[in-house]
């Protein structure tokens, strides 16, 4: 099993950027897709941007194209979420996952999942 341990998450006004980080222990993620959720209060989890292993692939949801870019450092284990130009609908609960699927998916059935971490957009 991968525990994943997200940070770097706070707040910020709008119009400000954050990266977020995920790090991965546990086992090793190679071959594994990451990617990147958020949950908004009373609203249901969903799909920001995921990753494959060789970082040559990734996906986004369609409404953040342009703002928000998904990297990762297989050396240390690590995925990073760069958002820019954030505004107050950003705000959620930002959530890592792991798959050893390897392929490219945008929904929620990831093997392994973080604890979270918030990020508040003010206006």
């Known amino acids: 099993q991968v525990q994943l341990v997200e940070s770097g998450g706070g707040l910020v006004q709008a119009g400000g950027s954050l990266r977020l980080s995920c790090a991965a222990s546990g086992r090793t993620t190679r071959g594994y897709t990451m990617g990147w959720f958020r949950q908004a209060p009373g609203k249901e989890r969903e799909f920001v941007a995921a990753?494959?292993?060789?970082?040559?692939?990734?996906s986004y949801a369609d409404s953040l194209k342009g703002r928000f870019i998904i990297s990762r450092d297989n050396a240390k284990n690590t995925v990073y979420l760069q958002m820019n130009r954030l505004n107050p609908e950003d705000t959620a609960v930002y959530y890592c996952a792991a798959d050893p699927s390897g392929v490219i998916k945008t929904t929620t059935d990831f093997a392994s999942w973080g604890q979270g971490t918030q990020v508040t957009v003010s206006s």
């Open positions: 990753i494959n292993w060789s970082g040559r692939t990734t």
